[in-house]
């Protein structure tokens, strides 16, 4: 086939599990995967060619960069820049306006190679490139795919932009040839706010993996009671319970509770933490590999997904972390949002608890610590339900989608 997929995300590329399956199976399909990204010096690679033959050209986020990256360098001898933790600041009026020319810039960059590419289809994730990828297809003549992995008009983080991100999508969402989402919810969203099809729901369910069980965790942070390990794992970031998790952890007795990731939250947490007095109980590891993620997983004992009804984004997920708990044979306790309740109730393979009950989130954990037998039926449960909703049962979807598109437009 050897047609040219050119995608574009809002990031650096280098943990992003959705687009990195999509581009992997388009690429074992015969087409050939572009992935433009953001470029940080010192960190990231502006070209690289991945060992599956997907390619990634990346776009500094400012032209400013190199400058920052001296000035980090002499203020306090670092040459790479660490992602803020904490509250995020509001920035100035001076510090807005230069925010939008380096975004500006950095878009006109990825419009720039994502024409240079000479692409047969330009693939949007996300609302922030669905602008710069409408617009590069519609100068190379060649068809939109977007792919909404969220609902920004409704999300946390969002609000102020509510109204310009519903505009966008309202304006650009139909013009696409092609339409992705990750729930059936979502898909049923975008279906009636947009009057577009309803769009193809590819879930973010993780490749098919027999990781054994280890002592992965336990050894990495010196646990030395045998204590079962509760884990959560993703971004730690504001609407996900996660302050609940470290509250319950202060209740539940004889657990570890380990946070895998970073984001936002994480200063917080561990402040929390500290001011219970649960550092013996309640330990953090950094942002870990998409490669090793499953061996860090599969060494927990029961997975923890607290997320909260705080908007329609929350409300209508699935996440990443409820398969990838299944994938690793992990009995879950989780809150209720639909999406989650279904897979949870269909496999038998957890508890599910309200999303703002801190008493009933901790005894949900402390009943899968004291019962083993428990925890062992729950997770032969996941375990099957891993064989049954992984990516490789959905990914013939995504190449048929393509074929539909290709077929009727080159």
């Given at each position: 086939?050897?047609?040219?997929?050119?995608?574009?995300?809002?990031?650096?590329?280098?943990?992003?599990?959705?687009?990195?399956?999509?581009?992997?199976?388009?690429?074992?399909?015969?087409?050939?995967?572009?992935?433009?990204?953001?470029?940080?010096?010192?960190?990231?690679?502006?070209?690289?060619?991945?060992?599956?033959?997907?390619?990634?050209?990346?776009?500094?986020?400012?032209?400013?960069?190199?400058?920052?990256?001296?000035h980090?360098?002499?203020?306090?001898?670092?040459?790479?820049?660490?992602?803020?933790?904490?509250?995020?600041?509001?920035?100035?009026?001076?510090?807005?306006?230069?925010?939008?020319?380096?975004?500006?810039?950095?878009?006109?960059?990825?419009?720039?190679?994502?024409?240079?590419?000479?692409?047969?289809?330009?693939?949007?994730?996300?609302?922030?490139?669905?602008?710069?990828?409408?617009?590069?297809?519609?100068?190379?003549?060649?068809?939109?795919v977007y792919?909404?992995?969220?609902?920004?008009?409704?999300?946390?983080?969002?609000?102020?932009?509510?109204?310009?991100?519903?505009?966008?999508?309202?304006?650009?969402?139909?013009?696409?040839?092609?339409?992705?989402t990750?729930?059936?919810?979502?898909?049923?969203?975008?279906?009636l706010?947009?009057?577009?099809?309803?769009?193809?729901?590819?879930?973010?369910?993780?490749?098919?993996?027999?990781?054994?069980?280890?002592?992965?965790?336990?050894?990495?942070?010196?646990?030395?009671?045998?204590?079962?390990?509760?884990?959560?794992?993703?971004?730690?970031?504001?609407?996900?319970?996660?302050?609940?998790?470290?509250?319950?952890?202060?209740?539940?007795?004889?657990?570890?509770?380990?946070?895998?990731?970073?984001?936002?939250?994480?200063?917080?947490?561990?402040?929390?933490?500290?001011?219970?007095?649960?550092?013996?109980?309640?330990h953090?590891?950094d942002?870990?590999?998409?490669?090793?993620l499953?061996?860090?997983?599969?060494?927990?004992?029961?997975?923890?997904?607290?997320?909260?009804?705080?908007?329609?984004?929350?409300?209508?997920?699935?996440?990443?972390?409820?398969?990838?708990?299944?994938?690793?044979?992990?009995?879950?306790?989780?809150?209720?949002?639909?999406?989650?309740?279904?897979?949870?109730?269909?496999?038998?393979?957890?508890?599910?608890?309200?999303?703002?009950?801190?008493d009933?989130?901790?005894?949900?954990?402390?009943?899968?610590?004291?019962?083993?037998?428990?925890?062992?039926?729950?997770?032969?449960?996941?375990?099957?339900?891993?064989?049954?909703?992984?990516?490789?049962?959905?990914?013939g979807?995504?190449?048929?989608?393509?074929?539909?598109?290709?077929?009727?437009?080159?």
């Amino acid at each position: 086939m050897n047609a040219n997929v050119s995608m574009i995300v809002w990031n650096e590329f280098r943990n992003d599990a959705r687009v990195l399956k999509e581009a992997q199976t388009l690429q074992s399909a015969g087409y050939q995967v572009t992935v433009h990204a953001l470029h940080t010096p010192g960190v990231t690679q502006e070209r690289e060619t991945l060992p599956c033959g997907v390619k990634i050209v990346r776009v500094a986020r400012s032209p400013l960069w190199k400058w920052r990256k001296k000035h980090l360098a002499a203020s306090n001898g670092q040459t790479q820049e660490k992602k803020p933790s904490g509250p995020i600041k509001k920035l100035s009026l001076k510090g807005q306006l230069l925010r939008i020319i380096a975004r500006s810039w950095t878009h006109l960059g990825l419009l720039y190679q994502l024409v240079r590419s000479k692409p047969d289809v330009v693939h949007g994730h996300d609302v922030n490139t669905l602008p710069t990828a409408w617009l590069a297809s519609v100068i190379a003549r060649v068809p939109l795919v977007y792919d909404a992995h969220e609902i920004s008009t409704d999300r946390e983080g969002y609000a102020s932009f509510r109204k310009i991100v519903g505009w966008v999508e309202k304006k650009l969402m139909p013009r696409a040839a092609g339409t992705i989402t990750t729930t059936d919810i979502r898909a049923k969203f975008f279906a009636l706010a947009y009057k577009v099809p309803r769009p193809l729901v590819l879930q973010n369910r993780p490749r098919l993996t027999q990781v054994p069980k280890n002592d992965k965790i336990r050894q990495q942070l010196g646990l030395t009671e045998g204590w079962p390990i509760a884990v959560y794992q993703g971004g730690l970031q504001q609407g996900r319970g996660l302050e609940r998790i470290v509250d319950a952890a202060q209740q539940v007795e004889g657990a570890y509770f380990v946070f895998i990731g970073g984001g936002r939250l994480e200063l917080p947490l561990k402040e929390q933490t500290a001011r219970l007095g649960l550092e013996d109980k309640v330990h953090f590891i950094d942002t870990v590999s998409l490669d090793e993620l499953p061996h860090y997983t599969a060494s927990a004992d029961i997975g923890v997904q607290a997320i909260e009804n705080t908007c329609l984004n929350h409300y209508s997920t699935d996440s990443n972390k409820l398969f990838e708990y299944m994938m690793a044979g992990l009995p879950i306790v989780a809150t209720k949002p639909p999406e989650i309740r279904k897979v949870v109730h269909q496999f038998d393979f957890g508890i599910t608890v309200p999303p703002a009950d801190t008493d009933a989130l901790a005894q949900a954990i402390q009943q899968l610590v004291d019962d083993s037998e428990l925890r062992q039926r729950y997770g032969d449960n996941a375990a099957k339900g891993g064989l049954a909703l992984n990516w490789e049962e959905q990914e013939g979807k995504l190449v048929s989608l393509y074929e539909n598109i290709l077929g009727t437009s080159i």
